[in-house]
């Protein structure tokens, strides 16, 4: 009976430290065609040159910065060494900073750069992301382009279908923060 314990003991722990271990990087034309897709899907005035510029950006870039970032460990352990200082760079909001701004270097003309956020609760800390859509278009149209959350393989996919997380513009979250810290009624209450 001990001997089935230790084992049972030795495979969860097995699957555990495996579940912390780095995430694979495979990007194949496939995915990035299929960004493309989506991004030239937002709207009819979406160039389809611009969308494939982007979609191909947005994965290679990504990739890019997890070895700037120097990302070994799954997200969560990566944060623990930023928060550390055992890392420089890549909690959530860098990289969505820095996405937000490679893809902005290209002055797209038919597509826009929003920067989201998740807002926390009890089980989660708050999110950053960059979301890209038709210029003109809310970023609840546009399409969540996600590389914290796999450690550098992008995460990709419309806003209102991303089951993980609810995103809003980054500067409502952070003016509702700032109200809320300051003690402040909302003027939005006030009415």
């Known amino acids: 009976m001990t001997r089935v314990v230790t084992l049972m003991g030795a495979a969860g722990l097995s699957v ?3 579940a912390c271990g780095p995430v694979p990087r495979d990007v194949t034309q496939n995915d990035i065609d299929m960004l493309a897709v989506e991004i030239k899907g937002l709207g009819a005035d979406v160039d389809p040159d611009e969308a494939a510029r982007a ?3 947005a994965y290679t870039y990504s990739l890019q910065l997890a070895e700037e970032y120097n990302v070994t460990d ?3 352990i990566h944060n623990t060494k930023v928060n550390n200082g055992w890392r420089e760079r890549g909690i959530c909001v860098h990289w969505a900073e820095d ?3 490679r893809l902005n270097q290209e002055g797209f003309e038919t597509l826009q750069i929003h920067r989201a956020i998740a807002e926390g609760s009890e089980l989660r800390i708050d999110h950053s992301t960059a979301i890209i859509s038709q210029k003109g278009d809310s970023l609840e149209e546009g399409v969540v382009l996600d590389p914290w959350r796999y450690g ?3 995460f990709w996919s419309p806003t ?3 089951e993980r997380y609810f995103w809003e513009p980054r500067l409502t979250v952070l003016s509702r923060k700032a ?4 003690g402040a009624v909302p003027a939005a209450l006030l009415e």
């Open 16 to 18: 555990l430290l495996a």
């Open 55 to 57: 979609a191909e950006i």
């Open 74 to 76: 799954n997200p969560i």
């Open 99 to 101: 996405i937000e701004a």
């Open 152 to 154: 550098g393989l992008l």
């Open 160 to 162: 209102l279908a991303d």
């Open 179 to 182: 109200d809320a810290e300051s």
